[in-house]
């Protein structure tokens, strides 16, 4: 073969080669698109308005936001403590519930079951797709986007439920000192002002909530610990370990502990926010484990092995009276100020993952573009006054029945994750995942046994109420989907076209054609 021809040969390859590589790229891209039905017909905009423009304005607040600063590791553990804890504030019913030793064994075993299964496919996932909407990009790109919209509207309806709880315990708290926050004008005053202020803080910004739940936390726990080194003297460990199988509300048992443990989910929301989320979020979510259980177990043996056990006394509120009782005035005023602080920390916190989930969604083309604008400080004001609005509306309900309907509307929301989980690994063994959950696929179907029980196990003891009302909200969703679809397709509202899912760098032309095929 003469030169000529070999050269002409290399060329022919070279060709071939990138035309190859570029198929495959085009297929992964195609895959990776989140489209309803009338997308798929071609792109859907405002009457009157240019695919590039509605594409131009979406590129715009994406450029936005990389102007503002990203949450650092620090800050991330704090809002991811607050997102799931913020403190033994609440815990007081699982000891009213079961007593003594099944409040500290649950605190202890349901971790293991429920809490590290939940936050390894965070990191999994969270760093697999790093970008706002978090569950809802990896419901949708295994499921489907009618899948992916129902986990948002169920998650984003639980957060809005979650958050609703907390003015409630704010003033539960206060109610002892300041009898008049125990309900009429003056609590509904008190709800109002509080839901307002705390609104206004997560509309200046996520930096500016990190931070502050960073102050917050460190205020929340301290007196928690003194008061744990004061009960030293009258600890009695003999009292940790009474328990009455025979007078056990169940129900009330298993939605505190599962209440108190859950929604390690719920920072992926917002993973565009944080600053090198590939290796910062699995940090954050160790840490923060560590530091939840922590929390809930000190206070606990304190609380427990320190006073003569009276259960009916073990409600919202009750740890400020072990305060006083172990400490005095002082230290029951501490705490009471300590609470009402965690709760701010735990509603700026659980309102940012809502409404960054909403901008995610509102990104990738599922809901209105208008949820996708930015304020000035970067933050999505839109997805902030829909879940303000929210919070209002439910913050009538008791303690009680607002963790059970959250925790049914939760549970379901979990399940569709549980599967994309499984899928992902399945049809896309190896697209890139800077974090890895180090068990093979069998393996992590058999981790995901005993929460999937857990989570039947939560649902079976609804109240009969709490499931009307959680499947109506459910049923809901299913007509919403549609609806959109039909505003998207007749051009009623803005929808974004920017739908492709940004994978971590890596191999992804194998998964690709796995994934077609």
């Known amino acids: 073969m003469s030169f000529a021809e070999a050269t002409t040969s290399l060329a022919v390859n070279d060709i071939r080669i990138g035309t ?40 715009e607040e994406s450029q936005k936001s990389k102007k503002f600063q990203k949450v650092s590791i620090i800050p991330l553990i704090f809002l991811i403590f607050y997102e799931v804890s913020g403190g033994p504030f609440g815990i007081e019913d699982s000891v009213h519930a079961a007593g003594p030793l099944l409040s500290i064994l649950g605190f202890l075993i349901l971790p293991l079951i429920w809490s590290i299964p939940e936050a390894l496919i965070t990191a999994e996932l969270g760093t697999m797709f790093p970008e706002n909407g978090g569950y809802v990009l990896w419901v949708s790109s295994s499921l489907g986007p009618f899948w992916g919209f129902q986990q948002g509207w169920m998650k984003w309806l639980s957060g809005v439920i979650d958050n609703a709880l907390y003015p409630v315990l704010f003033l539960d708290y206060l109610k002892s000192g300041i009898p008049a926050l125990g309900g009429g004008l003056m609590r509904t005053l008190a709800v109002l002002i509080l839901t307002v202020g705390l609104t206004y803080m997560n509309y200046r910004g996520l930096a500016i909530v990190g931070w502050v739940a960073v102050f917050l936390g460190v205020f929340s726990i301290l007196p928690f610990i003194v008061m744990g080194f004061i009960a030293i003297p009258r600890l009695d460990v003999s009292r940790w370990l009474i328990a009455d199988f025979n007078n056990v509300d169940w129900g009330l048992y298993l939605n505190t502990l599962f209440w108190n443990l859950n929604y390690w989910d719920s920072i992926s929301t917002l993973a565009g926010e944080v600053h090198n989320p590939k290796k910062t979020l699995p940090k954050a979510l160790f840490y923060a484990l560590i530091l939840v259980v922590l929390v809930y177990i000190y206070p606990l043996l304190t609380g427990t092995g320190a006073i003569p056990l009276e259960r009916e006394l073990w409600t919202d509120g009750y740890f400020s009276e072990i305060a006083k009782i172990l400490g005095g005035v002082w230290l029951r005023l501490w705490l009471q100020g300590a609470s009402a602080l965690s709760n701010m920390g735990m509603f700026v916190a659980e309102m940012s993952s809502d409404s960054y989930q909403l901008l995610g969604m509102a990104e990738k083309g599922m809901l209105p573009d208008f949820f996708a604008k930015r304020s000035q400080y970067g933050t999505p004001f839109v997805g902030i006054l829909f879940s303000a609005s929210g919070v209002l509306l439910l913050s009538w309900m008791s303690f009680q029945e607002i963790v059970a309907a959250e925790n049914f509307l939760y549970c379901f929301g979990m399940i569709l994750e549980f599967i994309a989980f499984i899928k992902l690994r399945i049809k896309c063994p190896s697209a890139p995942r800077p974090y890895k959950v180090p068990l093979d696929t069998l393996g992590c179907t058999l981790m995901l046994i005993p929460p999937t029980v857990l989570i039947l196990v939560v649902l079976t003891f609804s109240s009969f109420k709490v499931m009307i009302v959680s499947l109506f909200a459910m049923l809901v969703g299913f007509i919403l989907h549609p609806c959109l679809i039909y505003t998207e397709k007749n051009r009623w509202l803005k929808f974004s076209t920017s739908s492709d899912l940004h994978y971590g760098q890596g191999s992804e032309h194998e998964d690709a054609e796995n994934l077609i095929s």
């Open 20 to 59: 190859i590589q570029q198929a495959a790229r085009e297929k992964f891209t195609n895959f990776t698109k989140l489209r309803s039905p009338a997308k798929s017909k071609g792109s859907s905009r405002h009457m009157g308005d240019t695919g590039g423009q509605q594409d131009s304005d979406t590129n």
